[in-house]
């Protein structure tokens, strides 16, 4: 019988950077070395720091920074305002900082250059705190002093080997090389974890990604990731999983405006489905997506708006004038707006940013508006608005995406595929006639329901928002006044027709009396005739009965006289 027993699997180290350890299934290797190289300002140091200090406040593993560049002070202040309190964790003692000046001319007056004293100094500082973790920033200082590249090589590996056997988890930064990942092209051979750190720049917008070069003994992820670092720290955005294994979830939720709810079979829209409002600018897009906003506040839920147009203060006084009242629900927490202009990132930091943000405010409903305002070559924004559907919907999240059509078709070339992927569309339209303009909206697919094909005037008032019946007939369909003309005209037609109705049965009552009465009067004269019938029938019968006796009197008296 075959061994069954599970394989052993690679001990990990978790960072605790958002999206990374997923990608790698745990975290970097412990008690192995991993080297993060990079150009400058790609984030090398903060993703090591970040390490550390998540090591020693989240998962009890002291660290200690060593650092050939930069000083323990400077150090502390540059990652204070990610919140990092490097000073109190040394007084704590779970981080220790040591900063070690390396000068190479130095270095060539006092002769041979070996790593011994760095064993002895970085040992002393692993054992004074009991450390887990280990930062080495950065490693080309180091080896300033090497000229020969078999001693640089057996060094390398002399420390490496040293990290292992103490068991550390070692997080070693490096600079980006010519034709290499590092500039020595030593340092990714013997490390066990690489990761590639890089700040592209493309159209002036600065886009941040990275990649696991190679990862000893362990799948991972082997795409490039965005990733984002502000003043929540890295987070990092995995989409190697992009399979169609999301839930159809069959609740129904309500988009707040009733004639809209009347127009689907249900009554609303499927809870965690995709819905796409276009329409030209001015439709009324925003309002209709503030609308089932507040809605879904209203029912409790928690609501995220990515906004790229306008800030929230501004959506939420302009919701305001049609009677929706957004303010309250972000005092309450239940709103949250997140506003900011394309050109701030680039596509995938905007991704990383909207996975983070995902993640720690986990609403119910999200709103993108708009996407066409998203900017980049065609594939890379396609690519980055599928992947942005994908993410919402592996959540279960009802999300709505408006976008700016330029004409009134429904096939527009920047369209990018998204509307095919949405469960729902709703299309907003100006309708100009009579010089006037009126908004009209139509349902042009809802996946798995019922829906109306019909067009609805879509009207806005300090009352709210509903939707009307257009006029549909002989005279096309008419919004606005010409509704209101030609539903006049109807009515005026319709009370003509009854006032000529009512005439014609006046006189055919008149009529009808008339008959009744000279039926009357012929029954009358017909009564009056039977009865001089009968007079005359008896007068006939009597006077035949009395010439019968006269006749049999005068018969009588003849018989007597002979």
């Not at 974890?193 to 941040?208: G, K, M, P, W, Y």
């Not at 405006?257 to 925003?286: E, N």
């Not at 709103?335 to 596509?347: I, K, T, V, Y």
Request: charged share 25%.
């Amino acid at each position: 019988m075959q061994d069954q027993r599970a394989a052993p699997t690679l001990p990990k180290a978790p960072t605790g950077i958002e999206g990374f350890d997923d990608l790698t299934l745990g975290g970097l290797p412990a008690g192995r070395p991993s080297l993060i190289c990079g150009a400058a300002g790609c984030g090398k140091t903060l993703f090591a720091t970040t390490f550390l200090v998540n090591g020693a406040t989240r998962y009890g593993e002291p660290g200690v920074f060593m650092s050939f560049e930069e000083r323990a002070e400077d150090l502390a202040a540059n990652v204070a305002s990610l919140g990092f309190d490097l000073d109190g964790l040394m007084a704590a003692g779970k981080l220790a900082i040591d900063h070690v000046r390396v000068e190479r001319s130095e270095i060539e007056e006092t002769g041979a250059y070996d790593l011994e004293g760095l064993f002895i100094r970085l040992g002393f500082a692993v054992d004074s705190i009991g450390a887990k973790r280990v930062v080495l920033d950065t490693i080309e200082t180091l080896f300033a002093g090497f000229t020969d590249p078999s001693l640089l090589r057996a060094e390398l590996r002399r420390l490496f080997g040293w990290i292992k056997d103490r068991g550390l988890t070692a997080v070693i930064t490096g600079e980006r090389g010519e034709g290499q990942l590092t500039r020595q092209g030593l340092e990714e051979y013997v490390s066990d974890c690489v990761v590639l750190l890089d700040n592209r720049v493309e159209d002036q917008i600065s886009t941040r990604r990275l990649r696991v070069v190679k990862y000893r003994g362990s799948p991972h992820g082997t795409n490039e990731y965005p990733f984002l670092i502000d003043h929540a720290g890295i987070s990092v955005l995995p989409v190697t999983s992009a399979e169609l294994d999301y839930a159809g979830p069959t609740g129904l939720i309500s988009s707040g405006i009733a004639g809209l709810d009347a127009m689907l079979g249900p009554g609303g829209f499927y809870r965690g489905s995709s819905i796409l409002i276009s329409g030209a600018s001015g439709t009324g897009k925003s309002l209709l997506s503030a609308s089932m906003v507040e809605a879904a506040c209203r029912r409790g839920e928690r609501c995220l708006v990515f906004a790229f147009e306008e800030s929230g203060a501004q959506i939420a006084r302009n919701a305001g004038s049609v009677g929706l009242d957004l303010s309250t629900h972000v005092q309450s927490g239940l709103l949250r707006f997140e506003a900011a202009r394309p050109s701030l990132h680039g596509l995938e930091t905007h991704l990383a940013r909207m996975h983070r943000d995902l993640d720690r405010f986990r609403p119910d409903l999200v709103v993108i508006a708009p996407v066409s305002a998203l900017r980049g070559p065609s594939s890379e924004l396609q690519a980055a608005l599928l992947r942005m559907i994908d993410l919402i919907k592996s959540r279960g999240i009802t999300a709505i995406f408006t976008t700016l059509r330029s004409d009134g078709s429904l096939v527009d070339d920047n369209d990018l595929g998204v509307s095919s992927l949405m469960d729902a569309w709703i299309k907003l339209q100006n309708m100009e006639a009579n010089g006037e303009r009126t908004r009209t909206l139509y349902v042009i697919k809802a996946r798995g329901m019922g829906h109306s094909n019909q067009i609805r005037e879509f009207l806005m008032s300090s009352g709210g928002l509903y939707l009307i019946d257009a006029y549909i007939g002989t005279a096309g369909v008419l919004t606005g006044t010409a509704r209101v003309v030609q539903e006049a005209r109807e009515q005026a037609e319709t009370r003509l027709r009854l006032q000529e109705n009512e005439r014609r049965l006046r006189d055919v009552t008149r009529r009808r009396a008339a008959i009744d009465r000279q039926l009357e009067e012929l029954r009358a004269s017909l009564e009056a005739a039977e009865d001089e019938e009968t007079r005359l029938r008896a007068e006939s019968k009597s006077r035949s009965a009395i010439e019968q006796d006269e006749r049999r009197e005068l018969i009588a008296r003849r018989s007597a006289a002979t």
